[in-house]
């Protein structure tokens, strides 16, 4: 019994992990825009995996507003609140409260029933270049990195990477620095986000969400900190929607190279 227990774990897993080596579309980071891109791309059969350092995904969405575990989401994102099955209280004008958990598990639940792999505890160390384009990821053990244990990773090859990693944007920093690489922002650089300013900064979620590079999209908080735009705060139907709208860019970009 003890050993069939530790098989069948042993075995899936690396099936699971065998399946993840080489796939469509590769995600980096686990916060409301990654988790919400994986959903819709694994719903349209799409082969996505999903990196996330953390033992739990979920990026900044569980926290709430200061530990305070509601958050606000505005009409424009209640198509896609109402798709996940996540009740909504109406708050003020075109301003809804949701509860940041039920939010969070909604979408780690329903990203993994459409078909997406959740990898957790794995970190994403480096890219893959072939041709001027990104081609994948590089991964380790986020105990790894943690530890300073000078490991070698392993390497995913994807068509397509997405860095969803929030504030510090780190897929595109690294690319960035170990490349010299000119990117698609206003200043071909990484340029880092700006302060506080919630209209605005929703408003710029979405319109920042594209590709950066050959092969490399950026989303949620990572696609205005490249961009050098503002933040938001707890209200998260940018993050929602600048998800959906990557994954819709992604599937065209994916059904042209196959
Ligand atoms: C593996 C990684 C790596 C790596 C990071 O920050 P997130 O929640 O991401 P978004 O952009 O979907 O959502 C942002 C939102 O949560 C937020 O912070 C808002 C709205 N802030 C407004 C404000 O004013 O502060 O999640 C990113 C995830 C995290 O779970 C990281 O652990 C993970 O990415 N991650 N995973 N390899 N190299 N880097
Ligand atoms: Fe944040």
Redesign the pocket.
Known sequence: MEYLVSKGIVDSYFEKFKKILNVDVAI?????????ASYYLAKNGVNVVL????LA?????WGGAMMFNDIIVQHEALPIVNELGINHKPYAEGLYVIDSLQATSSLIYHASKAGATLMNC????DVVIQDEKVNGVV?NW?PVHRERMHVDPIIVTAKVVLD?????C??AR?LERKNGIKLNTPTGSVIG?RS?SVYE?EKTTIENTKEIYPGLFV?????NGVSGSF??????G??LL??QKVANTILNAVNQTV
């Open positions: 980096v980071g686990g916060g409301p825009s990654g988790l919400l990196f996330e350092r953390k995904p979920g990026g900044g969405m794995i970190s994403v160390e991964i986020a969803a990693t929030g504030h510090d780190e897929v690294i986000e506080m900064a989303s949620g908080m990572a696609a933040r938001m705060g707890p209200i998260f940018g993050m600048s998800g």
